[in-house]
């Protein structure tokens, strides 16, 4: 696992999304315009999780795709295109079950729950994953999780839960 972030376009290529925020105690969140991720849910297979580079914020745990939204960007394309980014996660064949905003004022982060009609091979497809894979729902709480993800997950599993029998 990498320690070594990659280096960064300069400052007038990037977009202005990507930078930190800092709360009012100090702790930074990534994103200027906030973040969002998705978690990819296919009823045989579990659900979608990305291991995180060591370089990254809460590197070596596992959670979901996502980072920053793009200055205009909304919260859903985000969601999607950070997973296609970080997980080779096609648009095509998926279907939005919920969404979830955890909001703190001054910066929010979006969790779009992707229900996936048809199976795919999930992929490292760039820098910010460590690995990517289907990981059954009985066995993610076992796992290192990102603090915010294994905040969320119990309310993600019984979102899932209840679309189980309506998909």
């Known amino acids: 696992m990498s320690e070594t972030p990659p280096p ?4 007038h290529l990037r977009d202005p999304g990507d930078s930190w925020v800092e ?3 100090g702790t930074r969140y990534w994103g200027r ?3 969002a991720g998705a978690l990819v849910w296919h009823p045989t297979q579990g659900v979608l999780l990305q291991l995180r580079a060591g370089w990254s914020h809460h590197g070596g745990t596992w959670g979901i795709p996502g980072g920053a939204l793009k200055k205009g960007e909304s919260a859903h394309h985000a969601a999607l295109r950070e997973a296609g980014e970080e997980a080779g996660v096609p648009e095509q064949g998926l ?4 969404t979830e905003v955890f909001d703190l004022g001054f910066w929010s982060y979006t ?3 992707l229900y996936a009609r048809d199976y795919f091979a ?3 497809t760039d820098h910010e994953s460590v690995d990517v894979q289907w990981v059954p729902l009985d066995t993610v709480s076992s796992l290192d999780l990102h603090p915010g ?3 969320s997950w119990p309310g993600l599993l ?3 839960q209840l679309h189980t029998g309506s998909v």
Do not use: C, N, S
């Open 111 to 113: 969790t779009v729950l």
């Open 95 to 98: 279907e939005t079950l919920h």
């Open 23 to 25: 709360g009012p105690d």
């Open 158 to 160: 019984a979102q899932i």
């Open 33 to 35: 315009f906030g973040a």
């Open 149 to 151: 993800f294994e905040k």
């Open 8 to 11: 960064l376009p300069p400052e």
């Open 122 to 124: 999930p992929e490292v």
